[in-house]
């Protein structure tokens, strides 16, 4: 692909939001929609140009093995499909519009971060029933680790190609809608059992006038069960969604419908693997330390723990029998001298 100058991305996104003001007076126009989506493709392939450029990170490389998907009919910014060969980022352009070129960027970053994090294997394992209340409070946790890493990236390497959107999720955030205080860059799962324990311990006092949980939302208000959106792998009614349609809704993403989380991990782990042999060593040489971390700990084969394996089975392997004159012969019985036997609850283990 030929580079895009900035004054081309100056271009597209006039471009963009002109055409998306046409669509608010007329979702049904065909021709706006088409030129919106050439104009954000457009911004998309410099985003990946730049990132690529950007050797010190590996989130250039991330995105050019994944395939863009432009989706009007869904009620969020982006999101990351990964039941597709290769994965699919999503994104609608009426929303990303609101959002400056760097706030695009750290958008992007951010949805790579969801996936070398193993994001949405685990949410599959802690949410099998898809439990929408439970999906809102796991991708609240989700989205403040990994924009507390984004942060702390720009802050501590001093990155200025991505900026902070005024409502990404942080665990600053978090903490003033659950009211309780949360430590900087920790795993979304420790996020999870703070806030799980919040939730639990206020739930009868958080009853609606029908009964239902609410919910914390943003800005401290309260959020209720019916104003989630759900999307399940990107099903959601068809049509045209703009961002005034859902403002003041929570809204809530699950990457995968039918995978099992251990599927999921093993088509995640593949695909950064991929993605991991691909790139020159000078290049990855070069990542910063936590990054690098967080692939050799996708990456990594996974550990027994060998002392609780034994502690689960050790009871259901048959042993031997002692004898004993506790306990009568059952063969004969009135011979007092010969010993009965009894199970042997001493087992032999070789390490």
Same mark, same amino acid.
């Given at each position: 692909?030929?580079?895009?100058? %900035?004054?081309?991305?100056?271009?597209?996104?006039?471009?963009?939001?002109?055409?998306?003001?046409?669509?608010?007076?007329?979702?049904?126009?065909?021709? $706006?929609?088409?030129?919106?989506?050439?104009?954000?493709?457009?911004?998309?392939?410099?985003?990946?140009?730049?990132?690529? #450029?950007?050797?010190?990170?590996?989130?250039?490389?991330?995105?050019?093995?994944?395939?863009?998907?432009? $989706?009007?009919?869904?009620?969020?910014?982006?999101?990351?499909?990964?039941?597709?060969?290769?994965?699919?980022?999503?994104?609608?352009?009426?929303?990303?519009?609101?959002?400056?070129?760097?706030?695009?960027?750290?958008?992007?970053?951010?949805?790579?971060?969801?996936?070398?994090?193993?994001?949405?294997?685990?949410?599959?394992?802690?949410?099998?029933?898809?439990?929408?209340?439970?999906?809102?409070?796991?991708?609240?946790?989700?989205?403040?680790?990994?924009?507390?890493?984004?942060?702390? #990236?720009?802050?501590?390497?001093?990155?200025?190609?991505?900026?902070?959107?005024?409502?990404?999720?942080?665990?600053?955030?978090?903490?003033? %809608?659950?009211?309780?205080?949360?430590?900087?860059?920790?795993?979304?799962?420790?996020?999870?059992?703070?806030?799980?324990?919040?939730?639990? #311990?206020?739930?009868? #006092?958080?009853?609606?006038?029908?009964?239902?949980?609410?919910?914390?939302?943003?800005?401290?208000?309260?959020?209720?069960?019916?104003?989630?959106?759900?999307?399940?792998?990107?099903?959601?009614?068809?049509?045209?969604?703009?961002?005034?349609?859902?403002?003041?809704?929570?809204?809530?993403?699950?990457?995968?419908?039918?995978?099992?989380?251990?599927?999921?991990?093993?088509?995640?782990?593949?695909?950064?693997?991929?993605? %991991?042999?691909?790139?020159?060593?000078?290049?990855?040489?070069?990542?910063?330390?936590?990054?690098?971390?967080?692939?050799?700990?996708?990456?990594?084969?996974?550990?027994?723990?060998?002392?609780?394996?034994?502690?689960?089975?050790?009871?259901?392997?048959?042993?031997?029998?002692?004898?004993?004159?506790?306990?009568?012969?059952?063969?004969?019985?009135?011979?007092?001298?010969?010993?009965?036997?009894?199970?042997?609850?001493?087992?032999?283990?070789?390490?």
């Amino acid at each position: 692909a030929s580079r895009i100058s %900035m004054e081309d991305i100056t271009y597209y996104e006039k471009i963009l939001k002109e055409n998306i003001q046409r669509v608010r007076e007329n979702r049904k126009d065909k021709e $706006a929609l088409n030129i919106i989506q050439n104009a954000f493709e457009n911004i998309f392939e410099y985003i990946k140009l730049f990132l690529i #450029e950007k050797k010190e990170r590996y989130y250039g490389y991330i995105l050019m093995n994944m395939r863009l998907q432009i $989706a009007y009919d869904r009620p969020l910014s982006a999101a990351v499909n990964t039941d597709t060969n290769p994965f699919t980022i999503i994104f609608n352009p009426l929303f990303m519009a609101e959002y400056s070129l760097k706030e695009m960027i750290y958008i992007v970053c951010h949805e790579i971060e969801h996936l070398v994090l193993d994001h949405p294997s685990e949410g599959i394992r802690l949410n099998q029933t898809k439990n929408p209340v439970l999906q809102y409070k796991l991708n609240l946790c989700m989205d403040a680790s990994v924009n507390d890493r984004l942060n702390m #990236e720009i802050e501590k390497y001093k990155l200025n190609m991505m900026s902070n959107p005024n409502d990404a999720v942080t665990s600053r955030k978090l903490s003033r %809608m659950f009211y309780t205080r949360l430590m900087e860059l920790q795993s979304f799962l420790h996020y999870y059992k703070i806030i799980k324990g919040v939730i639990d #311990e206020e739930k009868k #006092e958080e009853q609606d006038r029908d009964g239902s949980p609410m919910l914390p939302g943003k800005n401290g208000k309260s959020v209720d069960k019916e104003d989630i959106v759900l999307i399940i792998n990107g099903k959601n009614p068809g049509g045209v969604i703009m961002p005034s349609d859902v403002r003041g809704k929570e809204i809530i993403s699950l990457w995968t419908e039918g995978d099992s989380s251990s599927d999921s991990n093993e088509k995640i782990k593949h695909f950064i693997k991929e993605v %991991m042999d691909g790139i020159p060593d000078d290049c990855r040489g070069l990542f910063p330390n936590y990054q690098q971390e967080a692939i050799n700990k996708l990456l990594s084969k996974p550990t027994i723990n060998w002392s609780q394996v034994l502690k689960k089975y050790i009871g259901l392997i048959p042993n031997s029998y002692r004898k004993t004159k506790m306990r009568i012969n059952r063969w004969q019985p009135e011979r007092y001298d010969i010993p009965g036997r009894m199970n042997n609850r001493t087992i032999k283990v070789v390490v």
